[in-house]
């Protein structure tokens, strides 16, 4: 059985936006250890797919965060280093509970692992998208970044303080919603696409487990994105 008090991070750091992404996921690093967690943390060099497979049999880590591109059936490490493939590695997940903070791969690679006993898998099915601003070099300065980021981590998070599996999955629509609500509160030229893309990476967000069906949010409307001139970019976590 895995290890209840170990927890593996795994965050690619390599090109725009795995840099924001492993900027946001240290964030988890120090917190776990605070908890008292023992932190694997695989970052930027380290993020391959032999070091993972490593770390796993090693240490048998209870909890996974996956931060990184990936696709329907796969997830990628380091420079676009394939780390797992559904129907071929996944079985390594099976009872841990993961996050993918990446694009698709609750369309087949968490449903492959979920079959495999994977206790529950937390991701996105369609692309995870996110704005940012290019002339901010810190990514944890970004405003416009930092909702996406910080409910995208609330699963694990929520996780590593105790909560249930549909807890952590509730408390993760809660807080899409609640920065939505911030969103629209907020006189910004860049307001409707930030919550376009916050409706759209919350009502994509689903959680596959063992334990039930599939939960996900209830779909929205749309907002019609406007046009908006660089640095402004719209990133996702797709290969």
């Known amino acids: 059985m895995p290890e209840p008090n170990t927890v593996l991070l795994f965050r690619a750091d390599y090109e725009l936006c795995t840099k924001y992404l492993a900027a946001y996921a240290g964030k988890v690093v120090g917190e776990a250890v605070r908890l008292g967690y023992n932190v694997i943390d695989l970052h930027g060099v380290d993020a391959t797919k032999e070091k ?22 796969r997830f990628h490490g380091q420079d676009g280093e394939k780390v797992l493939d559904a129907c071929k590695n996944d079985q390594q997940l099976a009872e ?10 609750a369309r087949i690679l968490g449903p492959s692992a979920r079959d495999k006993t994977c206790v529950a898998y937390y991701g996105w099915q369609e692309d995870f998208t ?26 694990i998070r929520s996780v590593l303080n105790g909560a249930s599996i549909w807890d952590a999955y509730d408390k993760t629509i809660r807080t899409f919603n609640a920065w ?9 030229p860049m ?17 596959l487990s063992k334990a039930g069906p ?25 290969k």
Request: charge should be negative.
């Open 52 to 73: 993972f497979e490593a770390a796993i049999s090693a240490n048998d880590p209870a909890v996974v965060g996956l931060f990184g591109h990936g696709w329907w059936e």
């Open 96 to 105: 841990r509970e993961v996050l993918a903070l990446s694009c698709r791969t």
């Open 130 to 155: 996110f704005w940012i601003d290019e002339d901010i070099s810190d990514p944890l300065d970004d405003p416009y970044a930092e909702p996406f980021f910080e409910a995208g981590l609330t699963p």
């Open 180 to 188: 939505i609500a911030y969103w629209r509160t907020i006189n910004d």
């Open 191 to 207: 307001t409707p696409q930030i919550l376009t893309a916050l409706y759209w990476d919350r009502d994509n967000f689903v959680l």
């Open 214 to 238: 599939v939960r996900r949010a209830a779909m929205s409307p749309i907002i019609v994105l406007g046009m908006v001139a660089l640095p402004l970019i719209l990133k996702t976590m797709g």
